[in-house]
């Protein structure tokens, strides 16, 4: 069987500061922190992302 080559193509804002995940050919947008400080950690089994931790902090006034 021959495989067809997709060209698949998704356009961002570059003017937004954001995380995105591919996996099997699907996007999704990662939030960011809800207080603007933090992480997020992508945990990877048999070479596909499977789920984000999120790490956040609450900057001291």
Known sequence: MAQQDQDMKFEVSLSKNSTFIVKDGIIKEIKAPPTGFG???????????????FNYTEPII
């Not at 997020?40 to 596909?48: F, H, R």
Request: a positive charge.
């Open 39 to 53: 992480k997020q950690i992508v945990c990877w089994s048999n070479g596909k992302p499977t789920h984000v931790e």
